[in-house]
């Protein structure tokens, strides 16, 4: 593929990424304003579908940054897992994290005032899931420079984190322990 294909199919992948990012927010819209009562499970659900994938690009970025590791700098392998990098990121996980917030202070506000030991413990963790996003999103940037620093087994232990918060935010929402 040649740099111009790339950067056209690269254009293309954020046109529709930014075209369903106004769909969801126009229908989201329409939704709040038409039927306000019967809001509050369809911000839900929204909110579940953005952690779900949110997570999923959480997971699966550390694991390419061990493989990109390994690979030879200006390979064709490697000029592949900057693609792939910065098209997860840019595609998925950035607007993921978006949706997530705002519709989890939402919620949080709006099913709960903002109390709660479990879910002033729950942001906390979130927001060291978004730390961690923001950790990756430099490590992004770094490999798309080829300046990576840091090991494959850096990145092996780093995939564990999101694991880890995605664990403790589950337990604190679901079991509520104080």
Same mark, same amino acid.
């Given at each position: 593929?040649?740099?111009t @294909?790339n950067?056209?199919?690269t =254009? @293309?992948?954020?046109?529709?990424?930014?075209i369903?990012?106004?769909?969801?927010?126009?229908?989201?819209?329409? +939704?709040y304003?038409?039927?306000p /009562?019967?809001?509050?499970? *369809?911000?839900?659900?929204?909110?579940?579908?953005?952690?779900?994938? *949110?997570m999923?690009?959480?997971?699966?970025?550390?694991?390419?940054?061990?493989?990109?590791? /390994?690979?030879e700098? =200006?390979?064709?392998?490697?000029?592949?897992?900057?693609?792939?990098?910065?098209?997860?990121?840019?595609?998925?996980?950035?607007?993921?994290?978006?949706?997530?917030?705002?519709? !989890?202070? *939402? +919620?949080?506000?709006?099913?709960? =005032?903002? @109390?709660?030991g *479990?879910?002033?413990?729950?942001? !906390?963790?979130?927001?060291?899931?978004?730390?961690?996003?923001?950790?990756?999103? =430099?490590?992004?940037?770094?490999?798309?420079? /080829?300046?990576?620093?840091?090991?494959?087994?850096?990145?092996?232990i780093?995939?564990e984190?999101?694991?880890?918060?995605?664990?403790?935010?589950?337990i604190?929402?679901?079991?509520?322990?104080?």
């Open positions: 593929m040649t740099e @294909q950067t056209n199919s =254009g @293309q992948a954020m046109m529709r990424m930014t369903g990012i106004v769909v969801l927010a126009v229908l989201t819209a329409v +939704l304003f038409a039927a /009562d019967s809001f509050y499970p *369809w911000a839900k659900a929204i909110h579940i579908l953005a952690v779900i994938s *949110w999923a690009g959480m997971l699966y970025l550390p694991r390419l940054l061990v493989y990109h590791t /390994d690979a700098k =200006g390979s064709v392998q490697s000029e592949t897992f900057k693609v792939m990098e910065r098209r997860l990121l840019r595609g998925i996980i950035n607007p993921a994290m978006i949706v997530t917030w705002v519709f !989890g202070l *939402w +919620l949080a506000w709006k099913g709960f =005032g903002f @109390q709660g *479990w879910l002033h413990a729950k942001i !906390g963790a979130v927001l060291l899931l978004s730390a961690m996003h923001g950790y990756l999103a =430099g490590a992004v940037r770094k490999f798309a420079e /080829d300046r990576n620093e840091k090991s494959a087994k850096h990145w092996r780093v995939n984190i999101p694991t880890l918060l995605m664990i403790a935010i589950v604190l929402v679901v079991v509520k322990p104080f």
